[in-house]
Each structure stands twice: as C-alpha cells, then as structure tokens.
C-alpha cells in the first residue's frame, strides 16, 4: 500500500461544475500539505499549500485538510477547460528544517469539457 | 523569467552512455531538489541540497551522481545509462524546509 493514495481518474466533468479530488494517506506525521497542476509535458505547478488540519481558499480553489481522518481535499468552482490537467497531491512531514522531502500521490487526470 | 530551468528538455541516448542534466534556479532559495517522475506519473524524490550541501539522498543507485556548484545550481550526472533510468527528471528548489517546491519543466531521459 503506497504512503498517499489518490485515483487516478480521468475524471470528466461539465464546464462550470464543481471539480472535487481527494488523497488519502497513512502516515500521521505529514504536516503540510500540497495541491500541484500538472499540464502535459510540463512540471508541477503549485496551487494550493496549508499546514495542519483546516481550510484554505484561493480565488476558485479550496483546499481542506482533515488530520484526524488521513484525508484531503481540493475543490474548484467553476471549472473552466484550461482547468484540464493533472492534479497532484504531495505532502510532507518536516524531518529536516533545510529540506522539504514531498510524498506524492499519483496524481489524477481531470477533463473539462466544454 | 523562468524560475526553475533544466537542460536539455529531451535527451536521447543509448545504454552504457554517460549524461548530464543542469539546473538553474532564479528564485534565490537554498534548497534544490532532483525528482524522477516514471511512466505511470509518481514523482518520487531523489536528491535534495541545501547551500551546495547533500542533505537528503534516497535509495538511488551510485551512478547517479549530484553535483551543486553553488546555491543556484544542481546538476545531475548518470553514468552507465540502463534502460531503466528512462524517465522524466524535474529539478525543484525551496526557500527552507518547510517551503513549497517549484518545479522546472522536466527533461525526458529515453534510453534506448
């Protein structure tokens, strides 16, 4: 069983609809949490970051955490079809203070149409 | 005004070949970072440096070898190339430990 679990889709929703993706996890000492977009052919690129248990919003995009359950979320409203793309979640526990080791789920494909 | 950029974007080359990938980074953090991100999408971690020094190495194989000439840069030397190492390597970098990573855009390693 892989320390972050996340399915890889492809998920296709409706243009405008509410695009929901998850991870789960079984480490308890991963305590800050990552969104990353992935295009095709380019690197990750950072959306969402918290640290700990809780919410975080930014412009379309939430981000929610709940430690006690091993789970996370990110939500976008009004998705859009530039919004296609590779969702990754990465997660990490600070081991050592001069580096941020990430575990990464495996990512899940996400198909706008519009 | 990239901030994470990687050479080449493509390499090609055959088995028992010896290669080179470069990182630059503009953002003037400390840390840098090699990733491997294999077919089926996982990025997993490689090495990790902090001001030129090795802080986090995993479970890879000595014929990788990282090099940082200073805080802004990371190369990363393969030798003895299997096919096995055929992959897509990002460089990242962070401002500390407890910062996100920004990733460049990748160099995709065929080895045939």
């Known amino acids: 069983q892989k320390e972050v679990e996340q399915d890889p889709g492809p998920l296709s929703v409706p243009e405008g609809a509410i695009v929901s993706l998850n991870c789960t996890y079984s480490n308890s000492a991963f305590q800050y949490f990552m969104w990353y977009r992935q295009y095709s052919r380019k690197g990750p690129e950072l959306l969402m970051y918290t640290y700990s248990s809780g919410n975080k919003e930014d412009g379309r995009f939430t981000a929610q955490v709940d430690k006690s359950s091993k789970y996370i979320s990110l939500f976008i409203r009004d998705s859009q079809p530039s919004d296609s793309a590779t969702y990754l979640c990465a997660m990490s526990a600070l081991i050592k203070a001069a580096g941020n080791k990430l575990t990464f789920g495996g990512g899940t494909r996400v198909l706008v149409k519009p | 005004d990239t901030a994470v950029s990687q050479t080449p974007k493509y390499l090609v080359t055959q088995m028992g070949n010896d290669k080179s990938i470069k990182c630059e980074q503009n953002?003037?953090?400390?840390?840098m970072y090699w990733y491997k991100q294999d077919s089926k999408k996982f990025l997993k971690i490689m090495f990790s440096?902090?001001?030129?020094?090795?802080?986090i190495n995993e479970t890879v194989p000595n014929r990788f070898s990282p090099k940082s000439p200073d805080k802004a840069h990371l190369n990363l030397h393969i030798n003895s190339l299997e096919l096995g190492d055929s992959a897509v390597y990002f460089c990242?970098?962070?401002?500390?430990?407890?910062?996100?990573?920004?990733f460049g855009n990748g160099t995709r390693l065929t080895v045939t």
């Open positions: 440096y902090n001001n030129k020094e090795l802080i």
């Open positions: 990242a970098s962070s401002q500390d430990g407890r910062s996100p990573l920004h």
């Open positions: 953002l003037g953090h400390d840390t």
